[in-house]
Each structure stands twice: as C-alpha cells, then as structure tokens.
C-alpha cells in the first residue's frame, strides 16, 4: 500500500508561481513512477507530469516551459513546480503513483489540492 498526500496549492494571481508537493509513505520501494494530474470544473483530468524511476521526465506539451516536476527520493516526495501560472490553470490536481509488486502492479490516487488562479 502508498498513501499519497498533496500540499501546497492555493489562490495565486495570474502570472504567479506555486509548488505542489507529493508525499509518498507506505510501500515506497515499491513505486516506479508517479505523476501528477488535474481535473478543471467540467473537464476529464489530464495527464500534467510524470517522473520515472531513474529520473526520466515528461510535461504535457501545453505546459512545457511553465512546468516542472522533480522529485527529492531521500524525501519520498514528488514536486510540481508551476510558474506563469493563467486563469486555465486553475484545477484539482492530483498526485498518483504506479507500484509493482512481483508482477502486479498498482495505482494510487492522492485525495487531490485545489490551485486556483485569479486576481
């Protein structure tokens, strides 16, 4: 089992920055990637970012250049660090985290942290 909990999100004027944090605890060992996502009011969630075990990483083409994840593995924790931040940002967004155990794997789902983006 991993349990995920999301910090950092908030109300931030356009333009502004804001850095999501993951925190992974559980059966960390285990986990060989973890993501971010977000759902805005109204639409599917959408892929964010993704960090694989070994440090490869990949941003959803709108957002490459505005967003960057990073994870700190002594820390068990994946951030998502968002600058020029628009109204179109604002979203829940989501921390999940894909575990394999032998030849199963599994997804985990954090509770979710709401950015919102206004002045």
């Known amino acids: 089992q991993v349990q995920l909990v999301e910090s950092g999100g908030g109300l931030v004027q356009p333009g502004g920055s804001l850095r999501l944090s993951c925190a992974a605890s559980?059966?960390?060992?285990?986990?060989?990637?973890m993501a971010w996502y977000r759902q805005a009011p109204g639409k599917q969630r959408e892929l964010v970012a993704v960090?694989?075990?070994?440090?490869?990483?990949n941003v959803a083409d709108s957002l490459k250049g505005r967003f960057t994840i990073s994870t700190d593995n002594a820390k068990n924790t994946v951030a998502l660090q968002m600058n020029s931040l628009q109204a179109e940002d604002t979203a829940d967004y989501y921390c999940?985290?894909?575990?394999?155990?032998?030849?199963?794997?599994?997804?985990?789902w954090g509770q979710g942290i709401q950015v919102t983006v206004s002045s």
């Open positions: 559980g059966s960390v060992s285990s986990i060989y990637a």
């Open positions: 999940r985290a894909d575990s394999r155990v032998v030849s199963t794997t599994y997804t985990y």
């Open positions: 960090i694989i075990s070994g440090g490869s990483t």
